[in-house]
Nanobody
Framework: QVQLVESGGGLVQAGGSLRLSCAAS????????MGWFRQAPGKEREFVAA????????LYADSVKGRFTISRDNAKDTMYLQMNNLKPEDTAIYYC?????????????????WGQGTQVSVSS
């Protein structure tokens, strides 16, 4: 089992920045590719970004490309999402996820372990 705990969410004005963290415990973090997803009120959960086991490969949703950066520190068993130039449409609960593979994936069904989520709210 892998336990994932997100932190770093909050309320920010449009144009501002936040950095989310996802701390992992349990089975080996460095063997797993990771991802961030989000769910806005009344909408389906959607893919945001993904990172490979080594961190050498990343993927982003078009809606966040150029504004968000995913990274990981395997020595600290932690993944990050740096979010810059935030927009009101970025308001959502953000979830981190881990999968039993080393390569990136967009589909939610590819991920086995999920955190409880952290709220990000962006005011206009």
């Amino acid at each position: 089992q892998v336990q994932l705990v997100e932190s770093g969410g909050g309320l920010v004005q449009a144009g501002g920045s936040l950095r989310l963290s996802c701390a992992a415990s349990g089975r080996t973090f460095s063997n797993k590719a990771m991802g961030w997803f989000r769910q806005a009120p009344g909408k389906e959960r959607e893919f945001v970004a993904a990172i490979s086991r080594s961190g050498g490969s990343t993927l982003y949703a078009d809606s966040v490309k150029g504004r968000f950066t995913i990274s990981r520190d395997n020595a600290k068993d932690t993944m990050y999402l740096q979010m810059n130039n935030l927009k009101p449409e970025d308001t959502a609960i953000y979830y981190c996820a881990a999968r039993e593979a080393v390569t990136v994936a967009i589909s939610q069904i590819a991920y086995t372990y999920w955190g409880q989520g952290t709220q990000v709210s962006v005011s206009s």
